[in-house]
């Protein structure tokens, strides 16, 4: 199995763009063929030395295998997604575990 982390900073992260972007994630980026999980959620309010606050959204999937990480990346429904919203993202960050069989 594949995880993929995804990050997003918002260059306005004012409520209702988060609201409106974790929105947008569940239309496009849910339910992939090959995908077993699904989660997308907002910053916890821990505020600790060791978490990373740098972030509005993040975007957690596990996929089957990487062949079904690799038909992720480049299905219409994830490219729409990227080019609808991107200009709205002051960084996004990606980190991808493999998790073995």
């Keep these: 199995m594949l995880v ?4 997003l900073s918002l260059k306005d992260p004012q409520p209702a763009n988060i609201e409106h972007l974790l ?5 496009y980026l849910a339910d ?13 309010d821990l505020d600790r030395p060791v978490n990373d606050r740098l972030f509005d ?3 957690h ?11 992720y990346m480049v ?8 080019r609808l919203h991107e200009a709205s993202w002051r960084q ?9 069989a």
């Design 4 to 7: 993929h982390s995804v990050f």
């Design 23 to 27: 929105a947008e994630c569940r239309k």
């Design 32 to 44: 992939h063929h090959g995908m077993t999980y699904f989660w997308c959620g907002t910053l916890a």
């Design 57 to 59: 959204v993040g975007l």
């Design 61 to 71: 999937m596990i996929f089957a295998d990487r062949a079904a990480h690799d038909r």
């Design 75 to 82: 299905d219409e429904r994830h490219c729409q997604f990227r």
């Design 92 to 100: 996004f960050r990606v980190f991808d575990t493999d998790v073995g």
